[in-house]
């Protein structure tokens, strides 16, 4: 079946760049999400990338696409104690990129130290 | 402009009883999704309305959900009768026809069922 995964829990130091790491399922999937969810809030999409792409980037973001290995992974740059958060890795079920019905991983949380 | 609103932010029934979860979506936003995140697993799809139709029900537990869409504006999610498995938080997430993958999340309600 359809499946997301992520590791659960990231801890850095301020000032540090963070990598965050997903392997998906469907290699025919268009477009890969990264979501964010901050404390006590809904998730808000971060950042995507088209799957004819190997990398974007925006601002402090990176994100790495191989579809080979159908790893995607998310870096931020320069982390601050305000990217505290839960991020989510997403595909689109069935690939299809007309949709937002989404398969999602479990979630990284990203702890950053002082 | 309004995000997307839900309410209860939490709710704490028994299990047998029933509860309405409701979901505002952003104005002009067709495309309308139930997610129910269980015990901090994965986010997992219910449902998806676009405007008063449901489009695909394929996430929906079992007949004991119920979903509805006035007029194409809010929705509700009803849990009759409510078993200790439901307890979860519920996410309700709006995307327009453009981009239906970009989600907008509401905050989420958390349903506890003792």
């Known amino acids: 079946g359809e499946d997301v995964e992520q590791s659960l829990f990231l801890s850095v130091r301020e000032g540090d760049s963070s990598v965050i790491n997903c392997t998906y399922t469907?290699?025919?999937?268009?477009?890969l999400y990264w979501y964010k969810q901050e404390p006590g809030a809904g998730l808000q999409l971060l950042t995507y990338?088209?799957?004819?792409?190997d990398m974007k980037q925006d601002q402090r973001l990176t994100v790495l696409l191989n579809k080979k290995d159908k790893h995607l992974s998310l870096r931020i740059a320069d982390t601050q104690t305000g990217d505290s958060a839960i991020y989510f890795c997403?595909?689109?079920?069935?690939?299809?990129?007309?949709?937002?019905?989404?398969?999602f991983g479990q979630g990284t949380t990203l702890q950053v130290k002082p | 402009e309004a995000g997307v609103t839900q309410f209860p932010s939490h709710s704490v029934i028994e299990k047998g009883q029933t509860v309405t979860l409701r979901c505002d979506p952003i104005?002009?936003?067709?495309?309308l999704y139930w997610y129910r995140r269980v015990m901090g697993k994965e986010i997992k799809f219910l449902l998806h309305?676009?405007?008063?139709?449901?489009?695909?029900e394929s996430g929906m537990p079992n007949n004991r959900f119920l979903a509805e869409r006035t007029g194409g504006t809010y929705s509700t999610l009803k849990v009759q009768p409510a078993e200790l498995e439901d307890s979860g938080v519920y996410f309700c997430?709006?995307?327009?026809?453009?981009?239906?993958?970009?989600?907008?999340f509401g905050e989420g309600s958390r349903l506890t069922v003792l």
């Open positions: 997430a709006s995307s327009n026809r453009d981009f239906p993958g970009e989600l907008f």
């Open positions: 469907d290699s025919s999937s268009t477009y």
């Open positions: 990338i088209f799957s004819n792409m």
């Open positions: 997403a595909e689109p079920f069935g690939g299809s990129s007309n949709t937002g019905k989404l398969i």
């Open positions: 104005s002009g936003h067709d495309n």
């Open positions: 309305f676009v405007k008063e139709s449901k489009q695909d």
